[in-house]
């Protein structure tokens, strides 16, 4: 059964810092794995697609890197602004009970960026 | 582009009763997959759908059900509402068959008194 989990549960930083968020995952037949942002109350906004033959991915200030045989990714973020305060979520899509695809998410990390 | 909409936005239903959900997804997307998220649980996938069809479920008991219609639109059922049951449902599209990059919707929020 595929775990993911994310670490840390919860970060504050001061307006500026650069950081990262990791995410782990138990079993390596993934085929892609993927970065969201959520605001409070609200949806899942897509941020960054890793595809499962791919190591990483860019997005303006964002980038996210890939490690099938560690069964971890990271999500760096640059010069962060506090706009960027939210709960950022990897998931990874398994092979779900039928065949199909379906999406395992991770605990989240609670990000707060002060000014 | 309209996105992932999904209505009512909030809901607050009693204990027994049951409640339907709706997801229209973005145009041209048949796949649709829901998902509850809890503060304890976090997000769990409960089914997804494509070409009307179920291909997809995850560990919810029978209570929950839901349907796809031929114009992509789905809805989500829960009978005989739990306290437990109080979370926010997204619904997510995708393009793509095989559901690979979702896009989702901003969620219902249920409340279970």
């Known amino acids: 059964k595929q775990e993911v989990t994310q670490i840390p549960a919860a970060l504050s930083v001061p307006e500026g810092e650069n950081l990262v968020l990791n995410c782990s995952f138990t079993?390596?037949?993934?085929?892609?794995l993927q970065w969201f942002r959520q605001d409070p109350g609200k949806g899942l906004t897509s941020l960054l697609l890793?595809?499962?033959?791919?190591r990483e991915q860019t997005s303006g200030r964002l980038n996210a890197s890939l490690d099938k045989s560690s069964g971890r990714s990271t999500l760096y973020i640059a010069a962060s602004q506090p706009g960027d305060s939210a709960t950022y979520l990897c998931?990874?899509?398994?092979?779900?009970?039928?065949?199909?695809?379906?999406?395992?998410f991770g605990t989240g990390t609670r990000l707060l960026v002060s000014p | 582009k309209a996105g992932v909409t999904q209505t009512p936005r909030y809901l607050i239903k009693t204990r027994g009763q049951q409640v339907t959900l709706s997801c229209s997804p973005i145009?041209?997307?048949?796949?649709v997959s829901w998902y509850q998220q809890t503060p304890g649980q976090g997000l769990q996938f409960l089914f997804e759908?494509?070409?009307?069809?179920?291909?997809n479920k995850g560990n919810f008991p029978g209570r929950f059900s839901g349907r796809q219609f031929s114009n992509s639109r789905s809805e989500m059922n829960v009978s005989t509402l739990e306290l437990g049951d109080s979370a926010l449902y997204l619904c997510?599209?995708?393009?793509?068959?095989?559901?690979?990059?979702?896009?989702f919707g901003s969620g219902t929020q249920l409340s279970v008194l």
């Open positions: 145009s041209g997307h048949r796949s």
């Open positions: 997510a599209s995708s393009l793509d068959p095989l559901g690979l990059k979702l896009f």
């Open positions: 759908y494509f070409s009307e069809t179920q291909r």
């Open positions: 998931a990874v899509i398994a092979r779900g009970n039928t065949g199909f695809q379906k999406l395992v």
């Open positions: 079993d390596s037949a993934i085929y892609n």
């Open positions: 890793i595809q499962s033959s791919q």
